[in-house]
């Protein structure tokens, strides 16, 4: 896919060229008017496609979240700080 913000800066770059030329091309008056005139409304579009560019914004593809396909089913063990592990050990003594 060729880029169409280039192929608007080639036209405009020949369309002024054009415009440039017109006085030597040996027309009458009436025929350099009309092309003068076609010509510069085309480059003031060109021109405002360029300027103005359009947003093309994709949204990026959402990638999913993979996880284990096998995962153990042992339940957490809560946390038990070192006091409750000293009280347990001295019941189970007592026991």
Excluded at 1 to 12: C, D, E, L, P, R
Excluded at 25 to 34: A, I, P, V, W
Excluded at 72 to 91: A, D
Aim: no cysteine; hydrophobic share 40%; charged share 20%.
């Amino acid at each position: 896919m060729y880029n169409t913000k280039m192929i608007s800066k080639k036209s405009t770059f020949f369309l002024g060229l054009f415009i440039f030329l017109v006085p030597f091309f040996g027309l009458s008056t009436s025929y350099k008017n009309t092309f003068i005139i076609i010509s510069g409304i085309l480059l003031v579009l060109l021109s405002l496609n360029i300027s103005i560019p359009k947003k093309n914004i994709r949204p990026k593809p959402k990638r999913e979240k993979v996880t284990a396909v096998f995962s153990e089913s042992i339940p957490p063990q809560p946390k038990i700080s070192p006091i409750q592990m000293r009280q347990m050990k001295s019941k189970e003594s007592i026991d």
